[in-house]
């Protein structure tokens, strides 16, 4: 089976690219810790077809970018099996989050 997996939330250099601007505030980014584990959650311990999770998350306000910035901490691993579904599911790192948010 030929699998191919998408990971654009890395600089060249591995580090993470973050979708939260640099001038948004504490406040801000603290109101979008609840919608990440909300989308982990919601994904579940499966995957899900990618088409529905975009439907469901993607939004075009910048102070609230809760799909991106999952994508952008690693949270989310998105791949393709040709001739199928592109489908999302929660990585190792998406899944530790959960666990360490809820402990």
Sequence with gaps: MNITIFDD???PDGQPIHAVPPDV???ETA???PLILDLLEWIGPG???YDE???A???SCPRLPVWEEACA?????RHHVPGGVAEVEVSEAG???IRAARA
């Design 9 to 11: 939330s890395r600089k």
């Design 25 to 27: 505030s504490e406040r």
């Design 31 to 33: 109101s979008i810790e």
């Design 47 to 49: 995957a899900r077809p």
């Design 53 to 55: 999770v975009i439907d």
């Design 57 to 59: 998350w993607r939004t």
């Design 73 to 77: 901490r690693g949270y989310l691993v």
């Design 95 to 97: 899944r530790a989050h």
